[in-house]
């Protein structure tokens, strides 16, 4: 059984920049990824990365502001954002499956965390 622990969600002012964090243990080899939820509105995807840290996948949108990336230790898993603005107010949730591909879906991922709340502030 795979847990997921996520870290670093704050209130922050538009133009700033955060990095999240968010620690795996129970599994080997999962890929793993961030979705969003804002106020309303549906979970959605925002990046993705292999197990072994060489694929990432991006929501286009995310794609020039955020950079997911591994530690050192395997199980630990990045979410660096820059340039925030309310628009990326949402719960960010850390996201695991044992499928081998980055593709990550609310249909194939199998483990959540229980989400860190990001706030930004105009």
């Known amino acids: 059984q795979v847990q997921l622990v996520e870290s670093g969600g704050e209130t922050v002012q538009a133009g700033d920049s955060l990095r999240l964090s968010c620690a795996a243990s129970?599994?080997?080899?999962?890929?793993m990824g961030w979705f969003r939820q804002a106020p309303g509105k549906e979970r959605e995807f925002v990046a993705a990365?292999?197990?072994?840290?060489?694929?990432?996948r991006y929501a286009r949108p995310m794609k020039e502001r955020f950079t997911i990336s591994k530690g050192n230790a395997r199980n630990i898993m990045y979410l660096q954002m820059i340039n925030l603005t309310p628009q990326d107010t949402a719960v960010y949730t850390c996201?695991?499956?044992?499928?081998?591909?980055?593709?990550?879906?609310?249909?194939?991922?199998?483990?959540w965390g229980r989400g860190t709340q990001v706030t930004v502030s105009a």
């Open positions: 996201a695991a499956t044992e499928q081998p591909t980055v593709i990550l879906t609310t249909n194939n991922v199998k483990y």
């Open positions: 129970g599994g080997t080899n999962i890929n």
């Open positions: 990365i292999s197990w072994d840290g060489t694929t990432t």
